[in-house]
């Protein structure tokens, strides 16, 4: 089984609009909304890839219930810890005339002293149960910003592989506990090395120091459409993807964890699951909601991403 964690989990609101002028009135004619944030949209693409999955994180209200019924309707197990206040509200605006994604992404609910210990448990009861455990995503306000430290020890403890995608200060504390793998992009390298990457050899050498000083086995690197870096104790690889017509890149990188995580529960080789990760993020990249793929393009995708060994 396979664990996501989302510490702020949200309903993912996309707009469709055929321009969004500023300072004007925009009149949505067409929108969806489903159960997000970055773990939440791992958990999706990891069932729709044919693994079980487990969802947990926090949840609040109204926002809170329609989570967890959208994803018991999508067959998704979840076993969430409720919060005081609403689940937030995450934001997408597509501007289908010029091409632009805006999100506008809401603070989410304070989490209290007493559901931050319920967490813990909760993580150390399901990375009992799993393989793979991907804590993805913000801090909640309330969690302090040392919080995935303890539960990336929680999870290792407990023998599972950490997948930790998160930015700012909450992986700049969390790669402290050494996770498995982590999932930056290239501004969050140079921020954790606190240096500028100017090249393509600038990261791949600034990705190996990260690599060998966290004790690492994995880091990838998502370098949007061109592809992405991929370090391992002993290499780095370059991969890339065809061109596709992209649709809505939320969701993405949630995507390619979610490859990334069935690949490693799969026991896939490294190169194979480079493969499916990146085609999971194409194909989301593809669709016109975050965390979705769809199975056939995923599979063709799957067979012409292309990958060199540096
Ligand atoms: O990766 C896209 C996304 O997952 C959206 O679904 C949205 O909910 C957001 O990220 C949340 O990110 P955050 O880092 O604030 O937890």
Do not use: W
Not at 268 to 278: C, R
């Amino acid at each position: 089984m396979i664990t996501t964690v989302t510490l702020n989990a949200a309903i993912d609101k996309t707009y469709y609009l055929p321009s969004f002028p500023l300072g004007k009135v925009s009149r949505v004619q067409r929108f969806n909304a489903a159960p997000g944030g970055k773990g939440i949209n791992v958990a999706k693409v990891v069932a729709q890839l044919g693994v079980p999955v487990t969802a947990t994180g926090f949840v609040g209200g109204m926002n809170g219930e329609i989570i967890k019924q959208q994803l018991t309707r999508m067959g998704i197990a979840h076993d969430f810890v409720s919060v005081e206040g609403e689940s937030r509200i995450c934001l997408n605006i597509l501007d289908e005339e010029h091409g632009t994604s805006t999100e506008l992404l809401e603070p989410g609910p304070t989490v209290s002293e007493a559901a931050l210990e319920e967490m813990k448990q909760r993580i150390r009861d399901l990375a009992l149960r799993s393989q793979i455990v991907c804590l993805s995503g913000s801090l909640p306000a309330g969690a302090p910003k040392d919080y995935y430290v303890e539960l990336v020890q929680i999870a290792k403890e407990s023998g599972a592989y950490v997948i930790l995608d998160a930015s700012g200060d909450a992986l700049r504390h969390g790669i402290e506990a050494k996770p498995h793998m982590i999932k930056p992009n290239e501004e969050e390298v140079a921020a954790l090395l606190d240096i500028e990457v100017a090249d393509e050899e600038a990261l791949r050498n600034a990705v190996e120091t990260l690599l060998h000083k966290y004790e690492m086995e994995r880091i990838s690197v998502s370098l949007g459409g061109a592809g992405s870096l991929t370090a391992v104790k002993d290499g780095c690889y370059r991969v890339t993807t065809p061109k596709v017509e992209v649709v809505n890149t939320v969701g993405c990188g949630d995507s390619f964890v979610a490859g990334m995580a069935v690949s490693l529960a799969s026991k896939l080789s490294l190169e194979d699951g480079l493969a499916m990760a990146s085609a999971a993020g194409t194909s989301n990249a593809m669709t016109e909601q975050a965390g979705q793929i769809d199975p056939a393009v995923f599979e063709q995708l799957r067979k012409q991403v292309q990958m060199v060994r540096l």
